[in-house]
């Protein structure tokens, strides 16, 4: 298994960064892609980012793109997700997933193609 833990979020006013970490257990992470989704009071859980597994394509969400960057650490099991320009649009809980390489289907921006959730981090952006 491969079960994210979540880092990083809080509270930053508009314009700021933060960077989210998402740290893995078990000895497989380097075989799973990572992904981030975020879901916003009253709001579906949509798709943010993803990194494949070898970290060679990156996907992102439009609404995002040229703002957030996804990376990987895989000698640290651990995922990356650094924001910046945030905007209170940006406000919600962000979850990370991995997704593992039987499961990872061509888009990565589905959740159904990732297998473990974390419980989430909770990012506040102030206007």
């Known amino acids: 298994q491969v079960n994210p833990v979540e880092s990083g979020g809080g509270l930053v006013q508009a314009g700021g960064s933060l960077k989210l970490s998402c740290a893995t257990s078990?000895?497989?992470?380097?075989?799973?892609?990572v992904g981030w989704f975020r879901q916003a009071p009253g709001k579906e859980r949509e798709f943010v980012a993803a990194?494949?597994?070898?970290?060679?394509?990156?996907y992102y969400a439009d609404s995002v793109q040229g703002r957030f960057t996804i990376s990987r650490d895989d000698a640290k099991n651990t995922g990356y997700l650094q924001m910046n320009s945030l905007s209170p649009d940006d406000t919600a809980v962000y979850y990370c997933?991995?997704?593992?390489?039987?499961?990872?289907?061509?888009?990565?921006?589905?959740?159904?193609?990732?297998?473990?959730w974390g419980q989430g981090t909770q990012v506040t952006v102030s206007s």
């Open positions: 997933t991995t997704g593992s390489p039987h499961r990872i289907g061509g888009t990565h921006r589905a959740a159904f193609e990732y297998d473990y």
């Open positions: 078990g000895r497989t992470f380097s075989s799973f892609a």
């Open positions: 990194i494949s597994w070898n970290g060679e394509n990156t």
